[in-house]
């Protein structure tokens, strides 16, 4: 008897390893067929390459949903929460959907860092990369710092539905006029420290050797600073889906989707960022949601319909409205 359960538990693990190794490789894999492939060549981005990219990523990002639901249907991956299949693909689509959300601010910062650093746009593509292969090991470890702290500590939620709805507050009643100047900003003077820093582009190059001394080029600087940023932009975003599920696996995936989306759509959006200017009031709501949500986790629990629509129509809502303003302000 007991061997059997031995026998089952080593079972469950090894599968739960399949599952997680396959999900990493796929994700690496895509990342070296990117780079070595399919962007071999810098060149600059087309709205019209940017917008295919952006829509295959999404398509992809929708459909995972369905394996999703197969892994937790045959118990493929850990369910520590005891999800039921449908449960799992509502709350990975709906955690998608926030971080998908909270990545349009990282566009606008993005935007200022590469203008502020004169990157040229074919060369903006090689940081994102390497920007993003950052944001998943920091994702990474910070998904699981959170979902070990609720695990461990339950009144964390509290802390985190607090810090969203501060978050929520300070976007809606800060107007940041101030130009921000990744320059003037203490990781700039820092590095400056360490290597000497070339003020020209060099090609697509980091670091470049003249006469014997190593210097940084500016896209070095630019992919430190996209980094850090990604890094503060995280502390809201993991608190964000950690109020829909603590489930490692559906936490990280949509994570990881949202991020490797995020490059498409910024060279989808970068041109039209003033467009959607309605669009913070929509991530101002979906914040202060899912704030109110962990404060009342232990009291009330949303229904998993109730997150997703709320989610979805702010969205939907922020867009209509900024290309309604748009309209109206063109007429004039």
Do not use: C
């Not at 990781?187 to 582009?201: A, C, H, Q, T």
């Not at 989808?268 to 709501?285: G, P, R, V």
């Amino acid at each position: 008897m007991q061997n059997n359960y031995l026998k089952t538990i080593f079972v469950e693990i090894y599968f739960i390893m399949i599952v997680w190794i396959i999900f990493l490789a796929s994700i690496f894999i895509f990342l070296a067929l990117d780079l070595g492939v399919f962007n071999k060549t810098p060149h600059i981005i087309s709205s019209r390459e940017a917008s295919s990219w952006t829509l295959l990523w999404v398509t992809l990002s929708l459909l995972f949903s369905g394996v999703i639901y197969l892994l937790y249907e045959h118990n493929y991956i850990a369910n520590p929460t005891e999800l039921k299949p449908q449960q799992a693909a509502i709350k990975y689509i709906t955690g998608y959907l926030i971080e998908l959300s909270l990545s349009i601010d990282n566009i606008f910062v993005i935007a200022i860092i590469f203008s502020s650093f004169k990157i040229p746009q074919k060369y903006q593509h090689r940081v994102l990369f390497w920007g993003i292969i950052g944001a998943v090991f920091f994702r990474g470890l910070m998904i699981f710092l959170g979902v070990a702290l609720i695990n461990k500590f339950s009144w964390m939620t509290y802390v985190f539905g607090a810090f969203l709805i501060f978050t929520a507050m300070k976007m809606l009643f800060t107007k940041e006029e101030e130009d921000f100047n990744p320059q003037d900003s203490k990781i700039y003077k820092i590095i400056g420290r360490f290597f000497p820093i070339k003020s020209e582009i060099s090609g697509q190059k980091f670091f470049i050797k003249e006469n014997k001394i190593r210097y940084v080029t500016p896209l070095f600087i630019a992919l430190i600073v996209i980094e850090l940023m990604d890094v503060l932009f995280a502390l809201d975003s993991v608190p964000a889906i950690l109020a829909i599920t603590s489930d490692p696996f559906l936490v990280f995936s949509s994570n990881i989707f949202a991020i490797l989306g995020l490059r498409s759509m910024y060279f989808f959006l970068a041109n039209m960022l003033e467009k959607f200017s309605y669009l913070e009031y929509s991530l101002i709501a979906i914040l202060t949601f899912v704030g109110i949500k962990m404060l009342l986790v232990h009291y009330f629990k949303f229904p998993e319909w109730v997150s997703l629509s709320f989610i979805a129509l702010s969205l939907l809502t922020g867009i209509i409205v900024s290309l309604q303003k748009n309209k109206v302000s063109h007429k004039n």
